[in-house]
């Protein structure tokens, strides 16, 4: 039987939600009942009164609670990758899409509170949910639950485990820096790009993710042209290749660490960079898409998808 994958966003229902005293609602309880005892010893009618007003306002608390939760929503969020060793933030929208106001709401996680928030009428609260993140690939976000001990703390309502489809790329962790082994293959070609060493204009390219917006062809954007960005060229720039061959009598993971660090080495230098491993070729460029490329095909190497 194949796994039913988690879904993006949960709305909390009447199955899903639980609810039980708390050891304050407990003693309160004890005091209503000595308070009716003493009622029946004495005849006091005051006392009666007093102690069924109590007793209503305590079984009125319960629908409070338990609307406190219901029909809440939990929205998956977006996960900035990661280096190994570092910690995963996973973003959860708290969607509140009633008329009524939700007060004291508690996400835990690993039965420790990650935030406490009050999410007014058609309005929604962000949630951070930290996770350390041990290695490399992906990693999906932990259950959570949602609890509740509004509105006067007499009565605990959560939620069964709630798990989202949302998950966290890890990178390789860095190695210290390491001297970068080359091949012949190595050479100096005439660069064409954001980070040519000339100053010649020689035409413009599609925008892509991750340009500067300083090389943005801005007068064609007006024009209604469309996104593009100038090239200038005329100068010479090391087109370089970071193979794994080049790391013979690594491991894999040691390998993986040594070429994660030339990549941002390569990048920070504002060289042109290739990568070459057994299962993925990326051709030479520079730019931050163009890092996130390398850096995603070295956290998935021989990883399952």
């Known amino acids: 039987m194949s796994a039913v994958p988690a879904p993006n966003d949960v709305v909390l229902g009447r199955r899903q939600l639980f609810m039980l005293p708390t050891r304050f609602g407990l003693l309160f309880a004890a ?31 319960m629908l409070y609670t338990h ?8 929205v998956a969020g977006i996960s900035a990758p990661v280096f190994a060793g570092e910690s995963a933030v996973f973003r959860i929208n708290l969607m509140n899409d009633s008329d ?3 007060f004291g709401v508690i996400v835990m996680h690993d039965k420790n509170a ?8 058609r309005s929604s609260a962000a949630i951070e949910l ?5 290695k490399r690939g992906y990693l ?3 259950p959570i639950t949602v609890t509740t001990h509004f509105p006067l703390g007499l009565l605990y309502s959560w939620s069964r485990r709630v798990e989202l489809n949302q998950f966290c790329l890890v990178y390789p962790r860095p190695a210290e820096p390491t001297t ?11 660069t064409q790009g954001l980070d040519a060493g000339g100053d010649d204009y020689i035409g413009t390219r599609e925008f892509r993710p991750g340009d500067s917006p300083h090389h943005v062809d801005w007068k064609a954007a007006a024009r209604g042209k469309g996104w ?18 080049t790391l013979e009598g690594l491991d894999v993971e040691p390998r993986l660490r040594v070429l994660t660090r030339w990549v941002l080495d390569a990048e920070h230098e504002g060289m042109l960079y290739g990568l070459r491993l057994p299962d993925k070729t990326v051709s030479p460029s520079n730019g931050e898409h163009h890092q996130q490329e390398c850096l995603r095909a070295l956290a998935l190497f021989g990883l399952k998808p």
């Open 31 to 61: 005091l209503l009942v000595v308070q009716l005892l003493a009622a029946i010893n004495y005849g006091n009618g005051l006392a009666y009164a007093l102690t069924f007003l109590l007793g209503s306002l305590a079984v009125v608390s």
């Open 180 to 190: 970068r082994h080359t091949r012949a293959l190595d050479s100096f070609e005439a």
């Open 67 to 74: 609307r406190n939760l219901i029909r809440l929503r939990l």
């Open 130 to 134: 930290p996770v350390p993140a041990g």
């Open 100 to 102: 009524t106001p939700r």
């Open 114 to 121: 990650v935030a406490r928030r009050d999410i007014m009428a």
């Open 228 to 245: 593009s960005i100038k090239q200038f060229g005329g100068g010479y720039h090391c087109s370089v290749w970071l193979d794994w061959d």
């Open 140 to 142: 999906k976000m932990p």
